[in-house]
């Protein structure tokens, strides 16, 4: 995912819903700054000590909360690894809020009619890589 997205340092990427924050370490290691964000409190601390171990705790934040909720302006990716409907409910708020040129990466689930740029498999899933057009004036 980090590599279809071209992730590297001067990034910011936020992987919503994080887990236990492999992508947010990885990530972190390429030299980017990641944020992560997920609902559980459990996860958000595996995630957590997982950065002090790997000692990238310093370039990464993890969050606690709703990903619908969390403000994505500063982000140059954004990292899905969620469900279809997830996707899909988030789509418009991706398109609102990000910042045009932005690189979007889903793991096997797609967007609906948004057609990805790019497409690439990975431990025998599909990733989808969608850059956040420039927005159209009326």
């Not at 924050?21 to 944020?35: D, Q």
């Not at 964000?37 to 790997?54: K, M, T």
């Amino acid at each position: 995912m980090l590599a279809l997205a071209d992730v590297r340092a001067g990034d910011v990427v936020y992987d919503l819903g994080c887990g236990d924050g492999r992508i947010v370490i990885a990530a972190a290691k390429r030299g980017a700054r990641a944020v992560g964000v997920d609902l559980d409190p459990q996860r958000i601390r595996e995630a957590r000590e997982n950065a002090r171990a790997a000692g990238v705790e310093e370039k990464v934040e993890l969050r606690e909360g709703d990903l619908f909720e969390t403000d994505l302006g500063p982000a140059t990716v954004v990292m899905l690894y969620l469900w279809p409907e997830v996707n899909l409910r988030l789509r418009p708020k991706l398109l609102r809020e990000l910042r045009p040129g932005t690189r979007v990466v889903s793991h096997a689930h797609d967007m609906g009619d948004w057609e990805p740029q790019r497409t690439a498999v990975a431990g025998g899933a599909r990733v989808f890589l969608w850059i956040i057009p420039e927005r159209q004036v009326p």
